[in-house]
């Protein structure tokens, strides 16, 4: 139940094409959903997060989707970049009660051609 | 402003011997959080402590032990080393004790247990 499956693992899209990549979780409890990118060497940073009182949230080329009654959110980046070109993890947290834990999906490692 | 900062940034310990990871968390944030990323996969959550307190502890066995100063620097120390305890360890910063705000990352201690 404390699972995040995300999914594909890899991912190769065109420069200019739409990234997206999918996560799914059992545990109802869970009310935060943040995406991290990861570059090689370096930690994870949050790239845009989401709470389920919402079903889309958008920051720049980035959008979540979230759809709560599936418990899926899935990640869209637009007009994809050769800089774009990382691991990405979805995650999840309770809020109380669960001492901050965040429970990350498996990643997807991201590479925009050019 | 400085991130989250971590030390050494690399290790190379033998199995069986001991290690001590630092982490500063950002100015003000009082909660830091350790994960263990092993390659290829999600980082899993290990403690998280708050105002010098212990708030979460994750599925990892008695070897491992934190603790958090009064200036909320935190170590992480590892007991008899076994190749598996190879991995980047991350520290997190937040400024609430739970979770359902941003964690933020630092650049990760790289360990090999040889």
């Known amino acids: 139940q404390q699972q995040v499956k995300q999914s594909p693992q890899s991912l190769i899209v065109q420069k200019g094409g739409i990234s997206i990549i999918n996560c799914a979780y059992e545990?109802?409890?869970?009310?935060?959903f943040p995406w991290y990118q990861q570059f090689p060497g370096k930690g994870p940073a949050l790239l845009i997060a989401i709470r389920p009182d919402v079903s889309e949230k958008k920051e720049g080329r980035s959008t979540i989707s979230f759809n709560k009654s599936a418990k899926q959110f899935s990640l869209h980046i637009m007009d994809s970049q050769p800089g774009d070109s990382a691991t990405y993890f979805c995650a999840a947290a309770a809020n109380y009660n669960q001492g901050g834990k965040l429970i990350f999906g498996q990643g997807t490692e991201l590479s925009v051609k050019p | 402003d400085a991130g989250v900062t971590q030390s050494p940034t690399h290790l190379i310990k033998t199995r069986g011997q001991q290690v001590t990871l630092r982490c500063s968390p950002i100015s003000g944030h009082k909660s830091v959080s350790w994960y263990q990323q092993v390659l290829g996969q999600g980082p899993q959550f290990i403690f998280q402590?708050?105002?010098?307190?212990?708030?979460g502890r994750g599925n990892f066995p008695d070897r491992f032990s934190a603790r958090q100063f009064p200036n909320y620097s935190s170590e992480l120390n590892v007991n008899a080393l076994l190749l598996g305890d190879s991995a980047l360890y991350l520290c997190?910063?937040?400024?609430?004790?739970?979770?359902?705000?941003?964690?933020?990352f630092g650049p990760g201690t790289r360990l090999l247990v040889l």
């Open positions: 402590y708050y105002e010098k307190e212990e708030r």
């Open positions: 545990n109802t409890a869970f009310d935060y």
């Open positions: 997190a910063s937040s400024s609430l004790a739970f979770g359902g705000e941003t964690q933020y």
